[in-house]
C-alpha cells in the first residue's frame, strides 16, 4: 500500500511516454514531452531524488518544449518558399 | 501510507492522468488546455507529496514548477499563435477549477503547518500557481492579442 | 535629475528591496546572520536590476 503512489507515477510515466512516442506530428509531440517532463519530476520525487526531480523540471517543463517548437518553426519557414512546405 | 499521501496519489492518478489522457488525444485547442492544466494539477500533488514525506526541503519542486509550468504553457501560447488563432481554446470553468483546487490545498497545508515562515512560503507559491495558470491560460485563449507578433 | 526625481528613483529602489529581501527570507531554510547578509546583497542587485527592467518596459 505505501508503494501505491510510486506505482501510480510509474503508470502515468509509462502511458505519457507512449504517447510522445505514438505521436507524429512534432509540435504535439513537444506537448506531450512537456508532460512527460513533470511526470517523470515526480517519479523521482517519490523515489527520493528531489534533486534530480528539480534539475528535470527545470528542464523538461520549459526548455525542452522550447528547443523543439523553435526548430519546428525554422525547419518550416526553411521549407516554405522552396515547394509549399514539405 | 498516511493521510497526505493517499490524497497525493488520488490527485496524481486523477488530474495528472486526465491531463496525460488529454494532452494525448483530440484537437490540438484541447491539447495545449490539458498542458496548462497539468502543473496545476501536478504542483499540489508535490506539496501534499512535502507533507507527507515530511521534508520541507521538497517544497521547492512545486515552486520551481509553479514558477517555470506557465513559461512553458507562454511558449506553446506563442509559438503555436498561428494555428491557435483559428479556433482558440476556451477553458474558462477548467481554469478557474484548476485554481480552486491549488488555493483549497495551499489553505488546507498551511493549516496544517501553522503561522511560520513555511506558511509565507506555501502561500507564495500559491500565489505564484494561480497566477501563473490564469495568466497563461488566458495567453492560450487569444487575451493578449496586442502583445503577439514582436 | 533634480531632486525630485532622486527621491522618487530612491523611494522604488527601496520598494524593491524591501520586497525582494523578504521573499529571500522566506524562502531560505535556516535563518542566521550569515544569511541575512548575503539576501541584503542580492537584494541591493536585484532592485538595481528590476528598475531597470521596469523602465525598460515602461519607455517603449
Known sequence: MADAVIVVSLLLVAVTATAAVANRDPARQALVLSVLGLVLAVLFTVLQAPDVGLSQLAVGSALTPLLIMLSVRRVKRRGQPKDGGR | MNDWNLAATL???VGAGAAVWGVSTGPLRRRVVAQNLSTSAVCPSLLLLAQGYDRPSYVDLALLLALLGPVGTLVFA????DELTDDPPRARGLTWAAAGLGAVTVVVLCAAVGPSRAMVKLLVIGALLIGGNVVASRALSGGFRGVRGG | ???RTALVATGELLAWWTGLALLWLVLISTVDPLECAVGA??????????RAARRAVTWR
Not at chain 3, 41 to 50: D, H, K, R, S, Y
Open chain 2, 11 to 13: 490527485l496524481l492518478a
Open chain 3, 1 to 3: 535629475m533634480d531632486r
Open chain 2, 78 to 81: 506563442r509559438l503555436l499563435s
Open chain 3, 41 to 50: 546583497g542580492v537584494a541591493a542587485v536585484g532592485a538595481l536590476a528590476a
